[in-house]
C-alpha cells in the first residue's frame, strides 16, 4: 500500500520544478505552484463544469428551452427529426468556452500533450450512465496532417476513455482516406462537402456486430462525427455512440448567468493570487 508520504511527493516534484522554472496559469495569468493540471491553477480549472442545458436526445444540442423535455424527455431537436444522424447516440460533455477552450487550443495547436490525462479525466468525470459498448475508435487524422501535427489529440482521450472502461481501443482501422481544409474555416454545407468520402474502415469484419464508441475532442457541427458514423455503420456497426470533450454552444442557449458566473470566479481567481502575492 502506497504510504503518505509517496502520495505527497508528485506535489512535492512539481512544486519544486516550479520554484526552479516558474509557469503562469494559461487562464488567469497567476504563477503556479503545486497546482496538479499542467498549464493551469486548480482554481481555474474548477470552473469547468459540464453542460447542465436541456439537450436533443440523439445530438445532444442543446435545447432553447426545458420546456421541450417536460412531456417529452426523448425529444429530438429539429436538425436530427429533418436528417437524423448515422450515430444512435453523442454525448458532448462541456461547452467549449475558457478555461477549457484554451486547454484544447493548447492541447490540439500547441502540442502540449500533458494535458491528455487531465483532459480525458475530465470527460470521465462527466460521462453518463454507462452504456455497453465493445470497442473504443478515436476520429482519425489524414497521414499529412498527422505528419504536420505529431499527433491525433482524438487518439490521446480516446486511450484516457479507453482503459478505464476496459474496453479495446482500435486507432488503425477506421482512417481518413483523403486531405481536407480544417472544418473550422468552413461553412455547414461546405463542411458536408469536404469530408464526403474522406473515411474507410480497412477491416470491416471486426467491426461487424460491434457496438462502437466514437471519440473525438470538440463537437461543432457534427459532420465529422457523422460522416465516421456512416462508414462505421456500412462496416456492419451494430451501434455507433459519440463522446466528445466539448462542443462549441450559440450563446442565445447559454444563459447570460452562466457566462457572469464563469467570468466572476475567474476574476476572483485573479484578484486572491494579486492578494497573496502582495502579503507575501
Request: charge should be positive.
Amino acid at each position: 500500500m502506497m504510504g503518505p508520504w509517496l502520495q505527497t511527493l508528485p506535489g512535492l516534484l512539481r512544486h519544486t520544478v516550479r520554484f526552479f522554472l516558474p509557469a503562469d496559469c494559461a487562464a488567469c495569468g497567476s504563477q503556479l505552484t503545486d497546482d496538479p493540471v499542467p498549464l493551469f491553477c486548480a482554481a481555474c480549472w474548477s470552473t469547468i463544469t459540464p453542460l447542465a442545458l436541456s439537450r436533443c436526445s440523439q445530438c445532444d444540442r442543446p435545447l432553447p428551452s426545458p420546456i421541450a423535455l417536460t412531456y417529452s424527455p426523448a425529444h429530438r431537436c429539429h436538425h436530427c427529426t429533418v436528417r437524423p444522424p448515422a450515430y444512435d447516440k453523442a454525448w458532448t460533455l462541456y461547452p467549449y468556452l475558457p478555461p477549457l477552450q484554451d486547454a484544447i487550443c493548447l492541447f490540439k495547436y500547441r502540442g502540449k500533450v500533458s494535458l491528455a490525462k487531465s483532459l480525458g479525466q475530465l470527460m470521465l468525470a462527466a460521462l453518463p450512465v454507462a452504456v455497453e459498448i465493445d470497442l473504443v475508435i478515436p476520429v482519425p487524422l489524414h497521414p499529412s496532417r498527422l505528419r504536420e501535427r505529431e499527433f491525433n489529440q482524438s487518439l490521446l482521450l480516446a486511450d484516457q476513455v479507453a482503459k478505464p472502461l476496459g474496453r479495446p481501443l482500435s486507432f488503425t482501422n477506421l482512417v481518413r482516406t483523403a486531405p481536407s481544409e480544417p472544418q473550422s474555416t468552413l461553412s455547414r454545407k461546405e463542411r458536408m462537402k469536404n469530408l464526403r468520402r474522406a473515411f474507410a474502415v480497412r477491416r470491416p469484419e471486426s467491426i461487424a456486430r460491434k457496438r462502437v464508441l466514437l471519440i473525438d475532442d470538440v463537437l461543432t457541427t457534427g459532420t465529422t462525427v457523422n460522416e465516421c458514423a456512416k462508414v462505421l455503420r456500412t462496416a456492419g456497426a451494430e451501434a455507433v455512440f459519440v463522446l466528445t470533450l466539448a462542443r462549441t454552444v450559440e450563446s442565445s442557449v447559454i444563459p447570460d448567468r452562466i457566462l457572469a458566473q464563469r467570468a466572476n470566479g475567474l476574476r476572483e481567481v485573479v484578484q486572491d493570487r494579486k492578494s497573496t502575492r502582495l502579503n507575501s
